[in-house]
């Protein structure tokens, strides 16, 4: 014990714990605050939710409103989140014009993808909604062609047709062909449903589910793939295929039925 006593009395024993406190600090922080990289990220983020608020003011407020809570002229922003931002106007459907018809139509892009991500994190930061997805999201590596097929003929054919060609809807609507469209946007669409399109959140549609519907999409758009059936017609379905048979073939049977029965009354009068 006296020896214990002696030691703490030492002169240096008051330096030595200040140094293990400061020690104990460092490792402290170390292992508790925020990283470098993480602080950068959210500045970068910080600067890009102020841009997009921005550019947001210029191009969409007269719409949507000033804090994105809709207006008369647009629907409400709020929760819609970024993968709808970047379709929309991606796509160029929005900004919309200001005559509108039955449906906003794709049409040329005023902004840059940069801005378009300023506007996306923007409308993020209003409220929760679906992310814009990465590149191995809706990229087609470890697809089932042959599911996407059927899933497209359960859940798409009846708008899009069975090649995603696109058909007419009631009230001047109409569903978009999907031939050359980027599979980023498709995967968005089907996160969203923007316009008259229901969503298929990935409850209903898992992230291979829409990976697998991107595939085959991609398939029967390819300028390789080869009708098995011959002339596709377009790949329309049963109406322009059923017009031409009622045109071509029918026409053709009566012609023939026309022949023979004139053929037929010349040779009695002979």
């Not at 058909?167 to 569903?175: D, I, P």
Request: glycine residues 14%; hydrophobic residues 40%; positive net charge.
């Amino acid at each position: 014990m006296k020896k214990l006593s002696a030691r703490r009395r030492h002169p240096l024993a008051a330096v030595v714990v200040l140094l293990l406190a400061l020690a104990a600090t460092g490792v402290l922080y170390t292992a508790l605050a925020p990283t470098g990289k993480a602080q950068a990220d959210d500045t970068a983020q910080s600067l890009a939710i102020d841009e997009g608020k921005k550019l947001y003011a210029v191009g969409c407020a007269s719409c949507h409103g000033t804090g994105g809570q809709g207006t008369s002229d647009g629907p409400s922003l709020v929760g819609v989140g970024a993968a709808a931002v970047d379709f929309q106007v991606g796509t160029g459907r929005m900004p919309a014009a200001t005559s509108q018809g039955a449906q906003v139509p794709r049409k040329k892009v005023i902004y840059t993808q940069a801005q378009i991500d300023q506007l996306a994190a923007y409308i993020a930061s209003l409220g929760a909604g679906p992310n814009i997805p990465t590149k191995e999201q809706y990229g087609t590596e470890g697809a089932d062609i042959a599911e996407g097929g059927q899933l497209f003929r359960t859940n798409c054919a009846q708008c899009h047709n069975f090649t995603g060609k696109g058909g007419a809807l009631t009230n001047g609507k109409y569903a978009p062909t999907l031939e050359g469209v980027d599979p980023k946007h498709i995967y968005e669409a089907m996160q969203t449903g923007p316009q008259n399109m229901p969503s298929f959140p990935d409850t209903t549609l898992s992230e291979q589910n829409k990976k697998d519907i991107i595939a085959y999409l991609e398939a029967v758009n390819s300028s390789k793939t080869e009708n098995p059936g011959g002339l596709e017609l377009g790949g329309l379905g049963p109406v322009s295929e059923g017009l031409f048979g009622w045109i071509f073939g029918l026409g053709g049977l009566i012609a023939v039925a026309v022949w023979v029965a004139a053929r037929t009354a010349k040779a009695k009068k002979s």
